[in-house]
Nanobody
Framework: QVQLVESGGGLVQPGGSLRLSCAAS????????MGWYRQDPGKQRKLVAL???????NYADYAKDRFTISRDSAKNTLYLQMDSLKPEDTAVYFC????????WGQGTQVTVSS
């Protein structure tokens, strides 16, 4: 069983920054990748950023210049540094881990509003 616990969400003003964290624990098999997804009300989850076990990264187009994904292997923790936040970044953000199976965290709300 793999557990993913996100933290770091909250309310921030436009132009501000947040850093999301995802702590992974449990029986992680051979890691393939970890990532961050967002979900807007009534819509499917969409990829924000992904990092492979080898360190390769992939970003949604809108996230490339403002967000940075990173992983601390020693701590089994995934991060998403979000800068220059915009109101349209408001969503629930989910952490994902793939080890041949997909595992999801419970989500953390990010609200960008003045």
């Amino acid at each position: 069983q793999v557990q993913l616990v996100e933290s770091g969400g909250g309310l921030v003003q436009p132009g501000g920054s947040l850093r999301l964290s995802c702590a992974a624990s449990g029986s992680i098999q051979s890691l393939v990748a970890m990532g961050w997804y967002r979900q807007d009300p009534g819509k499917q989850r969409k990829l924000v950023a992904l990092i492979t076990a080898e360190g390769g990264t992939n970003y949604a187009d809108y996230a490339k210049d403002r967000f940075t994904i990173s992983r601390d292997s020693a701590k089994n923790t995934l991060y998403l540094q979000m800068d220059s936040l915009k109101p349209e970044d408001t969503a629930v953000y989910f952490c994902m881990l793939s080890d041949g199976h997909l595992h999801w965290g419970q989500g953390t709300q990010v609200t960008v509003s003045s």
